[in-house]
């Protein structure tokens, strides 16, 4: 698998300001987590957005080159109401349906001691 492109992200993560977090809330019951799967390397998963909170989501998240979301940051994904274990990094939108973002983490992923 190739590694992150990390030019389809913010530079930075970019915080939601009240407001906004408040127009993602009503969505955040519809978000669909699908079970893990996995390869020899990483454990995978997708998340399925409502199709709606795709516009309510800010502009400065969106790759208009490719009309779907960029790839979020963890703070990004945390931000607008995906919940996850740690270790998750978003490495994909799944452009035909651009409401499904892709997920991936090392297999074994140990947390870093706090």
Known sequence: MADLDYNRRNKAPRPLSDA?????EEYVDSIHYSARYSDDNYEYRHVQLPKAMLKA????????????LKLLWEEEWRAIGITQSLGWEHY?????????????RPINYVPPAQ
């Open 57 to 68: 989501i800010p502009k400065e998240y969106h790759d208009p080159s490719k009309g779907t």
């Open 20 to 24: 906004e977090k408040e127009r993602l």
């Open 92 to 104: 994909e939108v799944h452009e035909p349906e651009p409401h499904i973002l892709l997920f991936k």
